[in-house]
């Protein structure tokens, strides 16, 4: 008897010890109360560059945001995007790459068909013969002869520009294409942009290669041209962790120099969390160099992180996302100018994930959200970076 009573006292103390903090308020913005921003002083410069571009001061402002499947899908960067282009305009096009030739399940970014064997290189294959940088994919040609086929879609507007982020091998990138005029600039050591400009717009673009030259793409963009606004450039990679985005980019320093972002976001550590065998002290380490080629390569570019999102997948939570999530704010706690918004810790911390599938912002997998959950997400990001500037402007 006295055992049941002991036991039947301490039910309600582990309910409350162990149910997330989720409400009502945590599904709408401007009623979510929670300081999800650490080190939101370190966005000053941010605020301040923004506020010229609105002025016409600047020209643009560009953001990098990195991250996996989460970023890959593009509906949580896309609200950002979306958010702030709205407010300061849409500047030139960012560099993306086309996932839905290696993807059917991926968002069709561009109007895009292949001939020819191409391969995909991912930074979850490890370090590969093919040199991988920023956008954590390529894709390369191993036929003699391929094309890439750009036809207009009835959305889209005819092709007047399309550019190609590309490795550079003996200075030369053998391509080919009729009525286009075609110029090759090497901006960095391994790393170049071919442009391909037409006199005519033309619904209808066929790009001819030969290996000769063993091209590796890492993204392209089409009808770019200088615009004040936004610039915003997502490089997503499925599956991927904070590991593999330190240690298989090779190129990840020297193409974040070509790019130059006025704020680079990082948003990794779901794929992390299920490694059971998560080495806690050498991914600190890594972090922490890894910040630090970033903080030399380019000084001026504000840092910040997002936490990995409460997850889980085929009905099991990963052990480690606590310690990723850890790991990452320990490494913004101690580094001043770096910034954190915690979206675990917003969604409603550890277990917060089944309240989110109740209400329908998830998809099937309980991994993955769907446009609805992307959508709320970005507008909780832009809530609290709204925020921030409003209390650094006091």
Known sequence: MKFSLYFILLIPFFTVACSPQVTDETFIPEKNEIDTLMHSYALQDVYYQLDLLKENKRNSFTVMHIGD???????????????????????????????????????????????????????????????????????????????????KRIKDDSFVKIEFLHYINNDSFSLSCENAKINTQKVSPNTAITTLTFDKPS?????????????????????????KGITYHKFGVAGSTLDQFINNTVLFQEQLSVIKPDLLIISLGTNDSYIDSLNVPRISRQLTSFVNEIHKTVPKTTLLFTTAPDTKYQ??????????????????QKDNSLILWDLNRVMGGDNSMEAWCKRLYVNS??????????????????????????????
């Open 69 to 151: 499947s989460h970023i890959e899908i593009g509906q949580f960067s896309g609200e950002i995007k979306k958010q702030l282009s709205e407010e300061y305009g849409k500047g030139q096009v960012g560099w993306e790459f086309p996932y839905q030739l290696f993807n059917p399940q991926s968002m069709k970014v561009f109007p895009l068909e292949v001939k020819g064997n191409w391969k995909r290189a991912s930074i979850k294959q490890g370090k590969t013969s093919i040199p991988l940088g920023a956008t954590g994919l390529a894709f390369y040609l191993e036929d003699s002869l391929g094309e890439l086929h750009f036809k």
């Open 365 to 394: 997998d309980s991994l993955h959200f769907n446009p609805r959950g992307y959508k709320l997400q970005g507008q909780l990001f832009m809530q609290a970076f709204n925020k921030a500037k409003k209390i650094n402007r006091k």
């Open 315 to 332: 009905n099991r939570r990963p052990q480690r996302i606590t310690e990723i999530n850890t790991i990452i704010r320990n490494q913004v």
């Open 203 to 227: 619904d209808d673009i066929v790009v001819k290669f030969d290996n000769t030259s063993k091209p590796i793409i890492y993204a392209l963009r089409i009808n770019s041209n200088e615009a």
